[in-house]
């Protein structure tokens, strides 16, 4: 969206200018109504009674009881109240998470230890629909928040109360007996019989790792959750098992000796904690940047427009802009035109309607004035085919009912399929554009600002700066670019090949922690299920019928080859390419593990065992529904 201003380049400027400055002082004053008690008190009121409200119906409601009805309060309440519902959601959630606690207890204190329990995230995140990310963020958060009702000796990731070696070893003792009564039948899964092995083995060597446990316990540390892995590494060394994965081990060995002293304190704690009471308000702190000013269609005080959403939406459709002017008391008004981006003017001539416009100032030294505009329609408006049809033209691929995804980081495997389809020459060259800027670019510019830097080149130092700013930018949009182009490919290919079911790995890494190349590699890869979702929505189009998006679980899939069932020889050098300990031969282990997926979908659908409702028995997948609304 452009905003082009009327007269010479220095008029131009000056009215530029003067206008996001205009526009930043709305902000200012959004800001400070946003964070009003009495309206957010009003806010939050309407929330709790009335959820479902919608917040242009709101803003009145909260104008009348504030009394407060300047021109801009309506953007200002119109994001408050939308807070207010986020507030509220949170409420909800935490309320849930509580009820689940009491009847978890194991899990109650291994989230009131460490702040984190990876078992339940696993499960409110299939529950909720919501990313694993979201569930970590919200549950630290309320533990944290918790702290002012805990006792001194459960401060969270400080102290626990003190145990002695008899006590930890008593307790390793009794948790491998009861583990193993619990978890012991015919039909134990490997991750069982794992987790029993481990716990065998600190049981057997008790005076080794007990000592070890006791310190660590009574200690008090920065973040328990962060020094377990430290304490990992020293009892797999004292055990003899150099690389061994302990963590879930060392957890529950850690709940179980603390469970006598605390557990029926922590039933207590969450018992009597309200969920408002950890959860904070809305606008409680202040947000990074300026929140944008919501143009609400009746409201033409603060920036003018020609009229309502219909009439705006007449005129982007036939000329493609409209004026808007720019107000401040006792001074003249400014008037610019509002350009729609050729995308934009597509979507409205499919039909889409114009529901809201944002605006938002910059700062210096670019005071240009960002608006973004908000639309509404069919779902069908927002899907172009014309990409994919043109890249299955292209694409040779055999038809099969079934197709498997493996997902990797941002290479030319990024993307593998069961049938062996390569990436496209558009897809490479958007990649190799993305390596060269992270390998090259960003080194060689962090290197220059840290010479200027020393040599007190000021000048030089700003300009570096700047540069290495716009070429994170840079990397950014082609980021964008490359999760765009994959929903169509992968839709031509669903296309060509007549596919009814696509089969993917389920994904849920943390990239929290992770450092380097590892880090770089889960933030970067296209993971998120709503890719997929639009790449089967679009093919679905195509093909006149629904192509199915089934989930599987991904443990095992990058290990064993498909052809003999062997174990691959992977490592960091033998990653892309490995060879087989059983058979010898040397495979594509990427191409492999989607094979492995597809397979292993085919067995869920062939026992209609899908992963449809729970996860280790608790817990929704998300849902496929396609978005009513875009925004441009």
Known sequence: MGVRFYGTREKRREDEKEANQRIKGLQVQQEDIT?????????????????????????????????????????????????????????????????????????AIEWMIFGRSPRLEKYLMKKWELSRLYIINLINRTRRQLDKYCPSELKFNSKNPLLTQKEIEMAI???????????????????????????????????????????????????RWKSIRQLNTIVAEAVGKKNGNFFSVLRTIIVFALFPNIGKTVARIIRNTHPKKVVNPPFMKKKKGRIPIILLMKDILVVMRPGNSEYMTFLARA??????????????????????????????????????????????????????VVLEGNPDIFLNTTLVKELAKRIKVSKTKYIGLDINRISKYMISLSNEVKQPKELDLLINRYQ??????????????????KKKDKVGFVKTKGELGRIYQRRKKLLKEIKNFIPHFLAAVIVKSKCQVLFKEDLAIDPRGKKGALGKAISSMPKTRNIFVKATTLASKVLGYDVKLILVDARGTSRFHNGCGGLLERSLKRYDRAKCKKCKKSVDT??????????KGMELLKSNNLPSSHARGMGNLPSSESKQTAEV
């Open 173 to 223: 003792k009794q948790c491998y007996k009861k583990k193993r009564l619990d978890l012991e039948s015919p039909d134990m899964s490997k991750q069982a019989k794992t987790f029993l092995n481990k716990l065998k083995l600190l049981a057997s060597e008790v005076d080794i790792v007990a000592p070890i446990l006791t310190s660590w316990n009574n200690i008090e540390q920065k973040s």
């Open 35 to 107: 964070q009003d008690r009495k309206a957010i008190r009003a806010a939050m009121n309407l929330a709790r009674e009335d959820p479902r409200l919608d917040a242009k119906f709101a803003t009145s409601r909260i104008s009348k009881i504030t009394r407060n009805s300047r021109n801009i309060t309506k953007s200002a309440y119109y994001w408050l109240f939308v807070a207010a519902k986020g507030t509220v959601d949170r409420e909800k959630k935490v309320t849930n998470f509580f009820n689940l606690m009491l009847n978890q207890s194991e899990q």
């Open 436 to 453: 060269k800027i992270t390998k090259t670019k960003i080194p060689e510019l962090h290197y220059s600002l840290t010479n200027k830097g």
């Open 590 to 599: 990427h191409i492999n593990s989607a094979k492995n997926v597809r397979d």
């Open 319 to 372: 000329d493609g802009e409209f004026e808007i002017g720019f107000l401040l008391k006792n001074h003249p008004r400014i008037t610019a035109k509002l350009v729609f981006s050729k995308k934009v003017r597509e979507y409205i001539a499919r039909g889409a309607c114009i529901k809201v416009l944002y605006i938002r100032s910059s700062p210096a030294p670019s005071y240009k004035v960002r608006v973004s």
